[in-house]
């Protein structure tokens, strides 16, 4: 802000010692950039810490209600499609993938190495969301979203469909706790793609400054701390994904 | 850890790291072992093994997220404070889910 | 009575002409600020605002329960007062009372750096304030909501028709706001110290701010998701907490709790490092076992997370739950103890002056003690089940809250006020306010523990006539109280203009933010602070006076 700017010149006269040498990204009130970008570091680690309090609320719940009901859990998990569910935690560990060598681009001053590891980033989340609202699709068709819309009738009388035998049916009050499931599933899911939308938001800005020969001075913590925000809700991915649709796929 | 080096720059008398960085080789090897992970996750999951299915699939996305935490993210080459800061959510995480947990499955133990 | 004060002559003194009040001008300048002395202003006056509309309301509540009939509101109308009442008090004023006034000003200073770590995530936070006070306020006037401030499911899910959607997501926002403060306060202590100011050296009030902004970081994540969930699932009708679908009522509790019990523990522990300031300060003592004192705030933060479902033992938990966090509970009991025997130390043979700070510390140490006592009896699973839910609960609270909070953070506006404003408050009159805001007190919560233990039940708007003579006690205590916070606000206003020049250090005290000017340059200090000596030694202090008495003369 210039209210502290202004001060900060006449101040800072006192020890001009080494204020010739900072470089101009450097904010008023650092003593020097190592000191700034291991304040922003620990600043994203923190937030990240936030981030898994988040979430645990919801893997509480989750764990809870798997005791509770496990044949709807495992009911409910062998109506999602695994294939998709495969994929997309393929296409999430390669954007991670991406973007940890955009984050070496940047290390090593690689301004095209950065832009088209950023535009692959950028791809791929985008790719990932397109997967996951295909998915939300069919569990709309199917009537699997929780609320007035629900039905957990293929549960009672399940049918079988595309070569693959029927499951087994459910009795019809274990049959209605899969909609705790499915209210996990898109509480856990849906938080976890609200994170991508907003990355993917950062990211393309940060993609905008990087075609512009942005983060080629050095000055790369913004790339860094995106980085670690991108990985970590890859990791949340790691979890939900054997959580939400690997549950005794044998049976 | 030849990559943490006690630094004394007067402000701060901390562990400082130098800032090291991860060959695109390091990430190579990780992203091949994660996409492994999830082909071995995916085909553990089509075997009956009762309870350790689920310690199977845990147990491999535990060690997945290991290995971002690590090697992506950077932490086996960080100061000792990112590393006490994941150490603090993860347990904070543990106590929120384990001490819920065990209201639940005492209750099925009944009265005294 | 003696007096440490020590002004400068009011006849040549002048308020430094260049300070962080004057360095710019015009409405912009504070809504755009960065400086964390300018936020810390903003801040006090928006939770004072706050706390005025939720005294009113604790006032509404005490005339209703004048009598035991519900004649001055209908009984709906009454719970949606208490539950604003609770909201606005539990997350707009005392969860930033502390840290986002007193501790955005000082801990910068404290620690010797120029400002927090994050000026603009400072700024963001408290317009995040704004828009969740907003917010709520919207709430309250478009209807209220009559949950109470924990939104007890199935209640606040399914059967209440009012503002719950609205009024959760105020929380949530305010929330974010909390989690920035002490994001920003831990990067700060943690990468922001000056030369030389390790961490035994830091005074214990950035301990204990600390150590709430660990609770703040970790605990409140989780009311953020517990509240998510409660509006989805009035929404768009999702079964995580409704039985009829499967889910588990209590959940939400265990969820609930988790955050609000160290909520408990966010709010006293940097009212605590108040304390610990104070004490040492008005009797001329370093802080008696101060490393154990420092510590202690850390055992609290981390004790504060295994305690959660001693609020539920009533609920439907495990006997076994109800067994292991009853015995985790007595815990907390000793971090707690530790501090208030160890600022009894700090007293014994120190050099006791009676300021308006010190008057309120006491009031804290005094009240918190009892508060604090009764809440093993809540504790405890067995007088629990007896007492849980009736008044004896909410006096247990108040006495922690009001009566330890709420004096903690008045001492520390008496005590930083000279700093902030470069001028002084007026000392007779504050010290009348301190006496009355404690017998005010007094009278308004000790009859309701009287009250519990009849078993007089909490949120109701009435009651059997036998319980109307400590009812109206308490509600005569409550006008007292009233009055006793209304006098400060008036007279702190008034000393803007006509208090005394305070000079840089009044009360002769050892912070580093007392050795620089009042009101402090925007960028707090001329040069970084190289920091050799101990917290609280006071001979150091009479050593650099010394030194320039001989410089100058």
Not at chain 3, 406 to 434: C, D, N, V
Not at chain 3, 523 to 552: C, G, M, S
């Amino acid at each position: 802000m210039s209210d502290s700017q202004a001060v900060a010149t006449t101040v800072d006269a006192g020890h001009a010692g080494g204020h010739a040498a900072h470089p101009p990204y450097q904010r008023h009130h650092f003593v020097s950039m190592e000191q700034q970008n291991e304040t922003t570091n620990f600043g994203m680690w923190l937030f990240l810490l936030t981030e898994i309090m988040f979430f645990g609320g919801m893997f509480t719940a989750y764990l809870i209600y798997r005791n509770w009901y496990y044949p709807a859990f495992v009911a409910a998990s062998h109506t999602l499609n695994i294939i998709e569910g495969t994929a997309n935690t393929g296409v999430l560990i390669t954007s991670s993938f991406t973007m940890a060598l955009g984050v070496w681009c940047a290390e090593t001053k690689r301004r095209k190495g950065l832009v088209w590891s950023l535009i692959a980033t950028f791809i791929l989340g985008l790719v990932f969301l397109g997967i996951k609202a295909d998915e939300y699709h069919e569990k709309w068709v199917l009537h699997h979203v929780p609320g007035t819309y629900f039905s957990a009738q293929a549960f009672v009388h399940p049918t079988a469909e595309d070569g693959k035998p029927a499951e087994k049916p459910l009795a019809p009050d274990m049959a209605a706790h899969t909609e705790v499931y499915f209210s996990l599933y898109f509480a856990m899911t849906g938080m976890h793609a609200l994170h991508m939308i907003i990355g993917i938001g950062i990211l393309s800005f940060m993609l905008f400054r990087a075609t512009r020969g942005a983060y080629m001075d050095g000055n790369i913590a913004f790339v860094e701390n995106f980085g670690l925000y991108w990985h970590f809700v890859d990791i949340i991915w790691i979890f939900l994904f054997p959580l939400l649709y690997l549950i005794s796929r044998y049976s | 850890m030849a990559d943490l080096q006690t630094e004394h720059h007067g402000h701060e008398p901390e562990q400082h790291s130098e800032h090291k960085v991860v060959s695109p080789k390091v990430y190579g090897v990780i992203f091949l072992i994660l996409l492994v992970g999830t082909a071995l996750t995916v085909w553990a999951s089509y075997w009956d093994v009762g309870p350790w299915n689920a310690a199977i699939a845990l147990g491999i996305a535990c060690t997945k997220a290991t290995l971002v935490v690590l090697f992506f993210m950077h932490v086996k080459y960080s100061s000792k404070l990112t590393k006490l800061t994941v150490g603090a959510g993860l347990f904070t995480f543990l106590i929120l889910v384990g001490m819920s947990l065990a209201d639940y499955f005492t209750r099925a133990w009944g009265q005294w | 009575m003696s007096t440490i004060v020590s002004l400068p002559d009011q006849a040549t003194a002048r308020i430094p002409k260049r300070n962080y009040l004057s360095n710019e001008n015009g409405l912009l300048s504070w809504l755009l600020t960065g400086d964390h002395k300018r936020i810390a202003i903003l801040y006090l006056i928006s939770i004072t605002f706050f706390f005025a509309i939720g005294g009113t309301l604790a006032g509404l509540i005490r005339l209703e329960l004048l009598t035991p009939q519900s004649d001055l509101f209908a009984a709906d109308t009454y719970n949606k007062i208490f539950t604003m009442h609770g909201v606005i008090m539990v997350f707009l004023f005392l969860v930033p009372s502390v840290p986002a006034t007193i501790g955005n000003f000082v801990i910068p200073i404290m620690v010797g750096a120029k400002d927090l770590a994050f000026p603009k995530i400072n700024l963001l936070s408290w317009y995040l304030y704004l828009a969740g006070g907003a917010m709520t306020l919207w709430a309250m006037i478009s209807g209220g909501v009559d949950t109470g401030w924990t939104f007890t499911t199935p209640l606040s899910t399914h059967f209440s028709n009012t503002n719950v959607v609205t009024t959760g997501l105020a929380i949530f926002v305010a929330g974010f706001s909390s989690i920035f403060t002490g994001l920003n306060f831990i990067v700060t202590i943690h990468r922001m110290r000056a030369p030389g100011m390790t961490w035994f050296k830091l005074p214990l009030f950035v301990w204990s701010n600390y150590a709430g902004s660990i609770l703040m970081v970790l605990g409140t994540p989780v009311l953020a998701i517990t509240l998510v969930l409660v509006v989805l699932e009035r929404t768009i009708g999702i079964g995580v907490f409704d039985p009829a679908k499967g889910g588990d009522p209590i959940l939400f509790q265990h969820l609930f709790w988790f955050y609000s019990h160290p909520a408990v523990y966010i709010m006293i522990l940097p009212g605590m490092g108040v304390i610990s300031e104070v004490v040492s300060t008005f009797s001329r003592k370093r802080v008696f076992g101060y490393t154990a004192v420092a510590f202690s705030s850390v055992a609290i933060a981390v004790f504060g997370f295994f305690v959660w479902a001693h609020h539920m033992f009533i609920m439907g938990v495990s006997n076994y739950a109800v067994l292991v966090f009853s015995l985790l509970t007595m815990l907390v009991a000793v971090p707690s103890a530790i501090k208030i025997f160890n600022w009894a130390f700090t007293l014994y043979k120190g050099s006791i002056t009676f300021e308006t700070p010190m008057l309120y510390a006491f009031g804290f140490m005094g009240l918190f003690t009892i508060g604090g006592l009764t809440g093993v009896f809540l504790g405890s699973s067995g007088t629990d089940i007896h007492l849980t839910e009736t008044y004896f609960i909410v006096a247990h609270f108040h006495f922690v809250m009001v009566g330890g909070m709420l004096m903690a953070f008045l001492s520390g506006i008496h005590f930083w006020w000279p700093k902030m404003t470069g001028r002084m408050y007026p000392e007779k009159i504050s010290q009348l306010a301190a006496v009355v805001t404690f017998i005010g007190f007094n009278f308004t919560f000790f009859p309701q523990f009287l009250l519990g233990m009849l078993g007089m039940p909490r949120r109701y708007a009435a009651y059997p006539p036998e319980f109307q003579v400590l009812n109206v006690f308490s509600t005569a205590g409550a006008s007292i109280l009233g009055i006793g916070y209304l006098l400060p606000i008036l007279y702190l206003i008034w000393s803007l203009k006509y208090g005394k020049i305070a000079g840089n250090n009044p009360w002769q005290a050892t912070g580093l933010e007392w050795q620089i000017q009042s009101p402090p340059l925007t960028e707090n200090f001329v040069e970084i602070p190289i920091v050799t000596q101990e917290a609280y030694d006071y001979e150091w202090l009479e050593r650099q006076k010394e030194h320039e008495v001989t410089h100058v003369g």
